[in-house]
């Protein structure tokens, strides 16, 4: 029982960024189809599964270089995380990216995103297939940039098809 408090204690720390209570809060939105890339990812909680689901769309418009593509995707993202305790500040990031005025404001919040969700999965209870933690050194004037993906295959969401193949995979988050 003990070691189950402390995993618990573990994902509200680490997940997200924030700390305030909001879990019953649900958004139901139909409006951005899912990938049947991200559905070969099983999560244990449902919430989790759609956070999931629709951060590959956003993933897979921006590898694409879809501004317009990535304004709903991301709105929707947004939607999912504010209803999920401890995300409300990454829900604003994710506004920020269906607010921007163009590709490279989206591909740069994005970065600051996808610290936060990566963070949120690595914590959460994977019971089907692999998420890959997928980095391009290039990113950011050469900061670098990381997100996840379903396929370890490289598809850059920071140049799309300028640089479609520049990365690698740093880690890769199995079921327990």
């Known amino acids: 029982m003990n070691k189950y408090i402390g995993v618990v204690l573990l994902f509200a720390l680490f997940s997200c960024n924030s700390a305030t209570e909001n879990a019953n809060q649900t958004q139901d939105s139909t ?102 933690v997928q980095r391009c050194p290039m990113a950011n004037n050469g900061d670098g940039g990381e997100w996840l993906a379903s396929e370890k295959q490289i598809q850059n969401p920071y140049y799309g098809d300028e640089m479609m193949d520049c990365g690698a995979v740093l880690e890769e988050i199995h079921t327990k």
Do not use: M, W
């Not at 449902?46 to 418009?61: F, G, M, R």
């Not at 879809?66 to 990031?93: D, H, M, V």
């Not at 990566?118 to 297939?129: E, V």
């Open 31 to 132: 409006a951005v189809q899912v990938d049947s890339t991200a559905t070969s990812i099983a999560l244990d909680d449902q919430q989790v599964q759609e956070i999931y689901n629709h951060y590959i769309i956003l993933k897979d418009a921006l590898v694409a270089t879809n501004f317009e593509q990535a304004r709903p995707a991301a709105s929707e993202l947004s939607a999912k995380l504010a209803g999920y305790a401890g995300c409300e500040n990454t829900a604003l990031i994710a506004k920020k990216i269906a607010e921007a005025k163009n590709i490279a404001d989206q591909r740069k919040e994005f970065t600051f995103l996808s610290s936060d969700i990566i963070a949120l999965f690595k914590h959460a209870d994977l019971t089907a297939g692999t998420i890959y």
